[in-house]
């Protein structure tokens, strides 16, 4: 792969690592920490780690059931010209 | 036992462990650390799934072979097939 490919497909290794790194710390570091350490500003409130990947599925199912419902919207009959 | 059954009973155990951890059912009394880590894990391991599938397509996209050399000359034999069938008649 060259020129674009490649700097897409590493871009989304590096979000993909920097997103586990991130969220690693945050649901299973946080809590071994005391609660007036420095790196605690860091990190919203704990309940916040599993509503925003919550939210985010849902917006991303209705992402996938909105190309779904157009999809199908847009069959035509058997013959396509 | 079929895999669909050997799935469902692996999934059923491990999400009775994670109710029992979070819920307490069994009154272990565990320092509160260990609460706190455990109700999170199902969506913990459901992001960091989606992390890896991310992570694995977006590097098997930057290192794919691309075998430009052979592209190029299956695009100047489609172009020879096309002159000389045009010579022979077939209308494109």
Not at chain 2, 28 to 52: I, N, Q, R, S
Not at chain 2, 59 to 72: G, I, M
Not at chain 2, 73 to 90: H, M, Y
Request: aromatic content about 12%.
């Amino acid at each position: 792969a060259t020129g674009v490919d490649q700097v897409v497909g590493m871009g989304l290794v590096a979000f993909s690592l920097i997103l586990f790194s991130y969220y690693t710390v945050w649901v299973i570091v946080l809590p071994f920490v005391d609660s007036d350490h420095i790196i605690q500003k860091y990190f919203l409130p704990r309940e916040y780690s599993v509503i925003l990947p919550g939210v985010a599925a849902l917006i991303l199912i209705l992402c996938v059931a909105f190309i779904g419902a157009v999809t199908w919207r847009n069959r035509k009959p058997k013959k396509v010209d | 036992m079929t895999k669909l059954l050997e799935w469902l009973l692996g999934i059923s155990v491990v999400m009775s462990t994670w109710g029992l951890l979070t819920f307490d059912l069994l009154d272990l009394k565990l320092p509160p650390v260990y609460k706190e880590v455990a109700w999170p894990m199902p969506v913990y391991l459901l992001v960091v799934f989606g992390c890896y599938s991310l992570a694995t397509v977006g590097y098997r996209v930057a290192t794919f072979n691309d075998c430009n050399e052979a592209s190029q000359e299956l695009q100047a034999q489609i172009k020879e097939a096309k002159k000389d069938l045009q010579k022979k008649g077939l209308k494109f």
